[in-house]
């Protein structure tokens, strides 16, 4: 069984940094692409950052030179690096592989507020 497991969430002022991760354990076979989705109180699930197996990425424009996203192939393991935080970054942070299926986390939370 298939198993995602996010971590690193939590509080932070505006200006701060986080770093997330995300681990995968199971026979999840080969993963074409991993990324990093949020949800905000009553929005949509939107993208953040996605990067291939060849390790092209790919980001929103509202987190664009802001956030980092970075695997670790060995360990299933995808990461994301978040400076600068805003208050509006304020979410639920998702991760997703898709491998010969998609996978989900269940989130974690990340507060910027003061």
């Known amino acids: 069984q298939v198993q995602l497991v996010e971590s690193g969430g939590g509080l932070v002022q505006p200006g701060g940094s986080l770093r997330l991760s995300c681990a995968a354990s199971g026979s999840i076979g080969r993963i074409n692409a991993m990324g990093w989705y949020r949800q905000a109180p009553g929005k949509e699930r939107e993208l953040v950052a996605t990067i291939t197996n060849g390790g092209t990425t790919n980001y929103a424009d509202s987190v664009q030179g802001r956030f980092t996203i970075s695997k670790d192939d060995a360990k299933n393991t995808v990461y994301l690096q978040m400076n600068s935080l805003k208050p509006e970054d304020t979410a639920v942070y998702y991760c997703?592989?898709?491998?010969?299926?998609?996978?989900w986390g269940k989130g974690t939370l990340v507060t910027v507020s003061s």
């Open positions: 997703d592989i898709d491998a010969s299926r998609t996978y």
